[in-house]
């Protein structure tokens, strides 16, 4: 657990990190990085209503978890960025980006969480260590997807806005 102390954050510094590498900015490095407290909700909650306890195996969960959810952040909002970039309003580029990438996002969420099915319903010898896993991610899945979809695209457009704010005032 002492050392899960230590790799779990410095797995978050490293998450942001390649974020950041990736969009160039710490403004849409923070965007995705948003995705890591809407997972941590559902795998705490998906514990706590499961009666399963923090251990080894449901923290290597979380940081699975946290894989997963940052993959879906970046594909939603690399493709907004995308359609900013090419002029699109910023209405309609969260919206197009949003329907484009739909069905992405939620196939990744579903096809893990149905694999995951068999690893929470397991009952036998290795189940203590497969079932925390599974709850974890299954339940991180479910709040981080659903999150992603409905709160990163306005958080987008509040993001975009502020900058686009700060632009107009400074000339």
């Given amino acids: 657990m ?3 102390a230590l790799i779990l954050p410095l797995t978050a510094g490293l998450i942001f990190f390649l974020l950041f590498v990736t969009f160039g900015t710490a403004r849409l490095a923070a965007l995705v990085f948003l995705n890591l407290p809407f997972a941590l909700i559902g795998g705490v909650a998906s514990l706590y209503l499961s009666g399963l306890y923090l251990s080894v195996p449901a923290s290597v969960g979380f940081i699975a978890l946290f894989g997963i959810a940052v993959l879906n952040g970046v594909v939603l909002v ?3 960025s995308q359609c900013r970039q090419e002029g699109t309003a910023l209405d309609e580029a969260i919206a197009g980006g949003c ?3 739909l069905r992405p996002v939620l196939m990744t969420a579903s096809i893990t969480i149905f694999s995951l099915l068999p690893l929470l319903a397991a009952q036998g010898p290795g189940s203590e260590i497969q079932r ?13 997807t659903l999150l992603t979809l409905l709160v990163l695209p306005a958080l987008y457009g509040w993001f975009e806005g502020r900058r686009g704010r700060g632009r107009v005032s400074s000339s």
């Fill in 2 to 4: 002492r050392r899960l």
């Fill in 99 to 101: 329907a484009r990438r």
């Fill in 132 to 144: 925390p896993l599974a709850v974890v991610v299954v339940g991180g899945l479910l709040t981080s």
């Fill in 78 to 80: 690399s493709t907004i």
